[in-house]
């Protein structure tokens, strides 16, 4: 089992930046692929980054590229979503996600989620 515990969220004005922090317990996510999500109220949640294993590959989703950068120390266990010059529409509950299997940005595919952040970007 891996358990995953976001933090970093927080109010900010529009066009600041945030970094957000997913630490893991309970098992090694060396050979995980970690993924960021985010839900807003009464939407579904979706794919924001991912990160190979080894941190060789980064994927995100359009709306965010140019912006907002995923990174992980897998001797710390952890994984960081950089998010700079934030919009009021992002703003969401952030989750951290894992898997082993690479590829693929589906919410179902994920199989550990931490209990999320929250982000609120005000304009």
């Known amino acids: 089992q891996v358990q995953l515990v976001e933090s970093g969220g927080g109010l900010v004005q529009a066009g600041d930046s945030l970094r957000l922090s997913c630490a893991a317990s309970?098992?090694?996510?060396?050979?995980?692929?970690m993924a960021w999500f985010r839900q807003a109220p009464g939407r579904e949640r979706e794919f924001v980054a991912a990160?190979?294993?080894?941190?060789?590959?980064?994927y995100y989703a359009d709306s965010v590229k140019g912006r907002f950068t995923i990174s992980r120390d897998n001797a710390k266990n952890t994984v960081y979503l950089q998010m700079n010059s934030l919009k009021p529409e992002e703003t969401a509950v952030y989750y951290c996600?894992?898997?082993?299997?690479?590829?693929?940005?589906?919410?179902?595919?994920?199989?550990?989620w931490g209990q999320g952040t929250q982000v609120t970007v005000y304009a």
């Open positions: 996600a894992a898997k082993l299997n690479p590829g693929g940005t589906w919410v179902a595919e994920y199989e550990y």
């Open positions: 309970g098992r090694s996510i060396a050979y995980y692929e």
């Open positions: 990160i190979r294993w080894s941190g060789s590959s980064t």
